[in-house]
């Protein structure tokens, strides 16, 4: 019934591969029935004790839900960490193609994300269906997606690849095989860029990378001229092209713990900015803003996990990630392939 629908639903996020009736596990109403008096952070802990859970989160998680996961870290790391988790449940801070990648990785945990709607722009405009008939142009090509897609498109795929590792995946295919890459253009340009490779691109992007503009990261550039430009590579070639460093979210992190500079221009979600503040407390971090008067470049789908839905997640154990094995074995295969090269 419509009327039950959770104030921010959207139909583009029902036709995702989870299903319509997933969204209503999302306990919208619930969240006011929390005690006010409740330390929701020691409750939390108690209940990861309980019941053997571990807390993943990204670096794009407010700085409260970082403070409380056990392992914080960009795609490929939280990949690998829901690999060898050896919890009973795996509670996802981040997006729901992450979530369900640590389900297709680690199919004997349970796998819980506070907010079922936390998807993701590049995951839900790349529907498997129209991926399937779109690759129909391409027979007899390696296909390569970023790891923001759904198990559906992954199943379609010949390798997987994150922002940190996408350089050294699409080198790894033999120079006569011609290559798609879906379904971030922008990353794919910059990718044929680094390593010289033509390959057919998949027309996604990011709608957060998207608001960044050459027009204001230059603006930003001539106002702190000593100060270094670190950018995702989800942003416009013409962004990526003009800056000092392009990477993943931990290879940034890596990049301003080991620079010498004291002043960085940051253009990716400003999360990240948390975990570079406390690496480097004498650097100033300068995000670029999106318009005149506010930094909007904040991810909406991140955002959606709070403190009280972690809460709830544990205490209910829900939403719950859940995948048919057939399509969980077959996104497995080029996830396997992209952790097999080490890179
Ligand atoms: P990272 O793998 O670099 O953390 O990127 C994930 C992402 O969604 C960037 O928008
Ligand atoms: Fe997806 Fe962009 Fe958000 Fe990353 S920042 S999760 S690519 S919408």
Same mark, same amino acid.
């Given at each position: ?231 995702? /590579? %989800?942003?416009? *070639?013409?962004? @990526? ?9 931990? &290879? !940034? #992190? ?64 829900? /939403? %719950?990630?859940? *995948?048919?094995? @057939? ?9 396997? &392939? !992209? #952790?097999?090269?080490?890179?």
């Amino acid at each position: 019934m419509i009327e039950d629908r959770p104030a921010n639903f959207h139909p583009e996020i029902a036709e995702r591969n989870f299903g319509v009736e997933s969204l209503y596990s999302t306990c919208y109403s619930d969240l006011n029935s929390i005690d006010s008096d409740l330390d929701l952070t020691s409750e939390i802990r108690r209940m990861c004790v309980e019941k053997r859970a571990i807390i993943l989160a990204h670096y794009y998680q407010e700085p409260m839900v970082q403070d409380l996961a056990d392992i914080v870290g960009d795609s490929l790391q939280l990949a690998i960490e829901a690999q060898k988790a050896k919890a009973d449940v795996i509670l996802f801070c981040g997006v729901h193609f992450m979530a369900e990648t640590a389900k297709i990785l680690n199919p004997n945990s349970t796998v819980i994300l506070p907010d079922m709607d936390a998807g993701c722009s590049l995951a839900d405009r790349c529907q498997t269906e129209i991926f399937r008939e779109w690759l129909k142009d391409y027979p007899e090509y390696v296909v390569i997606s970023y790891i923001n897609c759904s198990a559906g498109v992954k199943a379609l795929s010949d390798i997987i690849c994150t922002s940190s590792n996408a350089v050294s995946v699409v080198s790894s295919i033999p120079a006569n095989k011609k290559i798609v890459f879906a379904p971030d253009r922008h990353l794919g340009r910059w990718v044929s860029r680094q390593t010289g490779r033509k390959m057919a691109l998949y027309p996604g992007f990011c709608i957060v990378h998207g608001l960044f503009t050459p027009r204001r990261t230059a603006a930003m550039k001539a106002r702190y001229p000593e100060a270094k430009l670190l950018v995702h /590579p %989800e942003c416009d *070639l013409l962004i @990526s092209a003009k800056a000092d460093f392009v990477g993943s979210t931990a &290879a !940034m #992190l890596n990049f301003v713990a080991k620079d010498t500079g004291n002043a960085f221009i940051i253009g990716t979600e400003p999360g990240i900015i948390y975990q570079m503040q406390k690496l480097r407390p004498d650097a100033e971090f300068l995000p670029i803003p999106v318009d005149s008067r506010s930094n909007c470049s904040i991810c909406p789908y991140m955002r959606l996990n709070t403190v009280e839905k972690i809460y709830l997640a544990l205490k209910d154990m829900k /939403p %719950e990630i859940t *995948l048919d094995e @057939s399509l969980r074995q077959r996104a497995l295969k080029p996830m396997e &392939a !992209m #952790l097999s090269l080490g890179c």
